[in-house]
C-alpha cells in the first residue's frame, strides 16, 4: 500500500525491531489519544508537552536523531527511519511534526561540529530532555543570516559572554539543547554555540505566533557565559555546518507535509462517499471524480518522489551531491503539491472542513505554513536554477542506486564538507528514467522536455541575466523542477511496481502542469519572441483514457473508502 495507513502500518519493511517499535508505538500513542482530546488539545493552544513526555519515556530522539559512534553500540542515523516518523509525526498534527523538525534542526549542529565532548554531553542531555531548537533567524534580518547580531564577547579567563536575540526559534521554550549561531564580536568570525532555556542568563521573551501548539519562541541572551567546551565550531566550519544542518533537516518538510495530506484525503473521501444528495453519492459526480483522481495522484507523486529522494539522501557522498537538488525539491515542490491537493480536497469536503471535531480544519490550516519554512520558495528555487545546465547538457554516469531502507548509518550527512562548488554538480541522464516506462501521457511529457530544452538553447547565456528577476526565474524553475520531479517518480514507480495505469494517470496531471508553467513562462515581458515560439511548444494535452481513468479511480481511489478512521 502506497499511502500511510496506521491501521495496517505492521507490513512495513524495517531492517530492524527497534524501528518498527518506534513506528507502532508512535501511531498507538496517538490512537490512544484519540482525535476528539488532539483536537481538545488544539483548539486550547496547549503546548504538545505530552508528545515530548512520551517521546522522552521511549528515547525515540535517541535512537533517531543521533548518529553512529555515539549513544548505543547499534546506533546509526538513517534519512528512510527520519522520513517515516516525519510522516506519521505530520499525519496526526503539524504541533507534533513541529517538535520533532526543530529538535533534529537543533541537534544537528552539535554533530557536525568539532567538539567531541559536547557531541558525548549531548547524548545524555536528549536522554533526559528530548526537545532541542535551533537558533539562527533573528527578528530584524530573517533570512540574512550575514546580518547575524548575536554575539560571544571574549572575556580576559578565555571565557565569553553571549548577548543578542533570536526570533522564530520552535521549542525555545523548553529545550535543553539550543544551537546558537552568531559571531565572535572582536574579529566577527562566524561561531556556533550551545546553550539551556533553563539557565538564568536565559529569557524566552514570548511565542511570537498565536500558537495551535507548537511554542515559535523569541528568545535573548543576557551575558550568557560560554567556555570553550559550549563552543560546537568557528569561522568558515560554522557557516558550513549551518548549512549543511538546513539541507539535512529541510527534507522533512515534504514528509510532514505529505502525512498532512494523507490524512486530510481520507477524511474527504470517506465524507464524500457516505454523503448522498440530489439522489447521488457525492462520489459518482463527474467533477468530484475527477478532483479525487487528481489529488490522489498528486499524493501519490507526493509519496513517490520522498521515497526515491530519500535514496538519494542516503546514498550522497563527495562524488555524488544529486541530493543538493532533490532536497530543496523535497522541501519545496511537494510542500506545495500537498497545497494543491489540500484545496482540491477542500472543494469535496467543503462546509464540512470548516467543522472544529475534524481533523481536514486543522490540516488546511498548518499545511500553509510547511512551504515557507526553511528558506522561502524564493531561495530554494535561486539555488535549484543554478543546476539547470548541467542537469540538463552535461550528464554523468553514476553506480545504481537502489532502495535505501537498511540499517546503514548516513555518514556523508555528517560530513558534507564545504558548501562550494553548487553549480559544479552532475547527474545521471534523465532519460534513462523516461524511456524505462512507455505510456502515452510520459511520451507527451517527454516532448514538452524537448520543447523546454529548445528554450533554453534559444535563450543561451542571456538567461542567467533574465533570472536576476524572481519572477522570470520562479516561471523557468518550475518547469526544471517538474522535469526532475518527474523523473524520481518514475524511478520510485518502478521499485514499488506502481501499474501503467496509475502512471499514465499521474503524467496527465503532469502534462497539464507543464502546459500551465510553460504558459506563465511564456507571459512574461522580458522574453524575446523567439522565447515565447518555443514556450508555446510546450502547450500540449494528455493523451484521454476513459476506461483507464476509470478503472483507476476504483482500484486506487474509490477502494480506499473507509480504509483508515481516527479512532473516536
Known sequence: MLLLNPKKYKDRNYPDERSKEIMLKTIEWFENKGLKKQKEQYHSREFAQDFADFVKKEGIFETLFIPKGYGEKDQYYSTYRMYEFSEICGF????YWYIYHVSTLGLDPVFLGDNEEAKHRAVKTLRENPLCAFGLSEKEHGADIYSSEMKLYPQPDGTYLANGSKYYIGNGNAASIITVFGKIADTNEYVFFVVDSKNPHYECVKNVIDSNQQYVAEFALHDYPITEADILSRGPKAWDDMLNTINICKFNIGSGSTGIV??????????AAHRNIYGKYVTEFPHVKRLFMDSFCRLAGMKLFGLRATDYMRAANANDRRYLLYNPIMKMKV????????????DIIAAKGFEKDMYFEQAALELKGFPKLEGTRHVNMAL???LIPNYFFNPREFPEIGRRNGNENDDFLFNQGPTRGYGKIQFHDYNVAYSTRDLPNIKVFREQIESFKEYLMISGAGLMQQMMDFDYLLAVGEIFTLVAYGQLIIESANREKIDDGLLNQMFDVYVRDFARYAMTLATKPSNTPEQRKACEKCYKYPVANTDEYEKVLAEHVYSLVDAYVQNP
Not at 496526526?92 to 504541533?95: F, S
Not at 497545497?339 to 480536497?345: C, G, P, S
Open 384 to 386: 535549484i536554477a543554478k
Open 92 to 95: 496526526y498534527g503539524g504541533a
Open 335 to 346: 510542500a506545495i503539491q500537498g497545497e494543491e491537493t489540500m484545496e482540491m480536497l477542500f
Open 262 to 271: 494523507t490524512h486530510a484525503f481520507y477524511e474527504s473521501l470517506n465524507h
